[in-house]
Every structure is written in C-alpha cells, then in structure tokens.
C-alpha cells in the first residue's frame, strides 16, 4: 500500500526544510552547477555539501552528471525553480504584513516624555 498523499507531501517539504539545500536550490534555479562552484557560493565544508547533495539527489529533486574528475548537478525539473519563486512571492507578502504591523505597533506606542 502506498503512503497517502499529504504524507509524500510532507516529506518532500522536510527536504526542502533545511538552508544549505534551498541556497543549493537556488543556484541551481539559473543553471548547472560543479561542485566546487557550490562549495564556493554555499561556505559549507565538503562532507557537509555532499550530505545535502545527497538528500536533494534521493528526493529526485537534482541531478549529477560527472565531467571528468568534476561533478556538476542540475535541477531535475524547471518546476523546482517556480517552487521557490513562489515561496519567494508568499515570503514578501508575510514580510510587507509584519512590516506594516511594526510601523502600526511603533505609531501606536505611547512616548515616554523626556526632561
């Protein structure tokens, strides 16, 4: 029997739950990528990216392909890329609102007189 929906859901969304996989994703949105590229952009130790790496590669969400003695990814499917930019879009909606919150709470809040 298969895994309902809203589970394989879930875990698609807990590959995307860590930073060092999303800033590879986001790399990855404009073009492939080596490795070394990666570790350059990232800041991460080897050990580290490739663990990701490997995550992202059993969600099926990269791909690798070897040149040599160099290893470039890519993403699987354009739709990862639409993914964050919606994730983008939704974010700056929530951060406008909290934005404007704050200005509101700051209007709101009563001075303390000075001497």
Do not use: W
């Not at 990528?33 to 969600?59: F, K, N």
């Amino acid at each position: 029997m298969s895994a309902p929906l809203y589970q394989l859901k879930a875990e698609f969304f807990k590959t995307l739950g860590h930073p060092v996989r999303i800033r590879v994703l986001e790399l990855l949105c404009d073009r492939e990528h080596g490795v070394a590229e990666m570790l350059r952009d990232t800041g991460v130790e080897p050990a580290y990216l490739s663990q990701q790496l490997a995550v992202l590669r059993r969600a099926n969400m990269v791909v690798a392909r070897r040149e040599g003695t160099a290893v470039h990814y890519a993403l699987t499917s354009p739709q990862v890329a639409e993914l964050l930019t919606v994730a983008r879009s939704i974010l700056s909606g929530v951060l406008a609102d909290q934005a404007d919150l704050l200005a509101d709470l700051r209007a709101a809040t009563p001075r303390t007189p000075t001497r």
